[in-house]
């Protein structure tokens, strides 16, 4: 698999969203599905590639829940990485920010390493999209999560078929057997 011209996607990495929600027997462990993103991160900045990060906002009306349920849960000084982008969205799929569709471009992006919850909601209906824009896809299973086991599993099925899936494990071997990044 080439990774090619790749950036790793993040969304809805948020306390709101993360922690808040009531799950209904969720596969995987959310802190630990965090600690693979922030692995993932470190990893992908370390190969001097861009970082999108993608989170929801509440509704205006609910402006004194906003700020608790829109905190994003990555460590902030990962975030102040210049090559994280960070993106604000009010649907489901990253791909409907205008912003984002730029950054693509301007990136020139041809892979997109995708991770985050929910993977039957955000996660997917952003690969949808990618895929329907000639972008390739890259999910990595471990570093998503739903709130039960059979939307999760539903939607890694659909995802497969959108792209390709891997685990954190194996896209960090991908990446340590790249050559190694341009220093200036």
């Given amino acids: 698999m080439d990774l090619g011209n790749a950036a790793l996607v993040t969304i809805d990495l948020q306390n709101g969203i993360l922690f808040g929600l009531p799950s209904k027997g969720a596969l995987l462990d959310n802190h630990d599905v965090l600690a693979r993103n922030e692995q993932l991160i470190r990893a992908?900045?370390?190969?001097?590639?861009?970082?999108?990060?993608?989170?929801?906002?509440?509704?205006s009306f609910l402006s004194v829940l906003t700020k608790s349920f829109s905190k994003l849960s990555i460590n902030p000084q990962i975030l102040e990485n210049p090559n994280v982008k960070i993106f604000e969205k009010h649907q489901p799929s990253a791909y409907s920010i205008t912003a984002f569709r730029d950054f693509l471009k301007e990136k020139q992006i041809r892979t997109v390493l995708l991770t985050g919850v929910s993977t039957n909601n955000g996660v997917l209906k952003t690969a949808r999209n990618l895929a329907e824009n000639e972008i390739n896809v890259i999910t990595v299973t471990d570093a998503t999560n739903a709130r039960s086991e059979v939307e999760y599993n539903e939607a890694l099925n659909e995802l497969g078929t959108l792209g390709e899936l891997v685990t954190t494990a194996e896209l960090l071997n991908m990446l340590d057997k790249e050559s190694k990044p341009k220093t200036d």
């Fill in 44 to 59: 992908v900045l370390g190969k001097n590639r861009p970082v999108a990060v993608v989170h929801v906002t509440a509704p």
